[in-house]
T-cell receptor, first 113, second 115 residues
Framework: DQQVKQNSPSLSVQEGRISILNCDYTNSMFDYFLWYKKYPAEGPTFLISISSIKDKNEDGRFTVFLNKSAKHLSLHIVPSQPGDSAVYFCAASDIQGAQKLVFGQGTRLTINP | ETGVTQTPRHLVMGMTNKKSLKCEQHLGHNAMYWYKQSAKKPLELMFVYSLEERVENNSVPSRFSPECPNSSHLFLHLHTLQPEDSALYLC??????????????FGPGTRLTVT
């Protein structure tokens, strides 16, 4: 049973437009959410996170939104740049899990020039 | 460069071989992790070490044997693997288990192929 789901395996966006990546979760005990970015032949790198006490966190071009009632989070990238082309993973954790991260399957984002 | 290195980057081994994967972190972290990423599947947590003690074994078969001699080094010893064990094995570290930071820092991974 997958607790964190990214239902879109791939997404293609024009350079300069907004990229929106979605993630759903089922475990209501999750209280911390993270997005990671992965380039080929590299490990995932941390991008941005949000605690369950917030509904939005912004860092430059990246904004994460959390809708706890819908158990849904999204990552917005604006404006999208070619260097943003990568696989994006969302992950969730709960304080009782002591930082045990549960990952989604990933979404491959392609930014077209 | 995340401060977490893994060797080798690629490994091909037969089912009767014994090999080891190595991970080293230069971040002063106290928690280290092994993950497995199979094709088209999410990252799966295998083992968690905190202050060199194993605190989590996520129902991993005994043909995978982790070792954490100190807080900077983590090994994954492999023996009598199966072809379905072919995957990308990722090591990660984090400052401390149970602290306020949930961020984990990943190495580049070892691409393992079992023939």
């Amino acid at each position: 049973d997958q607790q964190v789901k990214q239902n879109s395996p791939s997404l293609s966006v024009q350079e300069g437009r907004i990229s929106i990546l979605n993630c759903d979760y089922t475990n209501s005990m999750f209280d911390y959410f993270l997005w990671y970015k992965k380039y080929p032949a590299e490990g995932p790198t941390f991008l941005i996170s949000i605690s369950s006490i917030k509904d939005k966190n912004e860092d430059g071009r990246f904004t994460v939104f959390l809708n706890k009632s819908a158990k849904h989070l999204s990552l917005h990238i604006v404006p999208s740049q070619p260097g943003d082309s990568a696989v994006y993973f969302c992950a969730a954790s709960d304080i009782q899990g002591a930082q045990k991260l549960v990952f989604g399957q990933g979404t491959r984002l392609t930014i077209n020039p | 460069e995340t401060g977490v290195t893994q060797t080798p980057r690629h490994l091909v081994m037969g089912m009767t071989n014994k090999k080891s994967l190595k991970c080293e972190q230069h971040l002063g972290h106290n928690a280290m992790y092994w993950y497995k990423q199979s094709a088209k599947k999410p990252l799966e947590l295998m083992f968690v070490y905190s202050l060199e003690e194993r605190v989590e074994n996520n129902s991993v078969p005994s043909r995978f044997s982790p070792e954490c001699p100190n807080s900077s080094h983590l090994f994954l010893h492999l023996h009598t693997l199966q072809p379905e064990d072919s995957a990308l094995y990722l090591c990660a570290s984090s400052p401390i288990l149970g602290g306020s930071s949930y961020e984990q820092y990943f190495g580049p991974g070892t691409r393992l192929t079992v023939t």
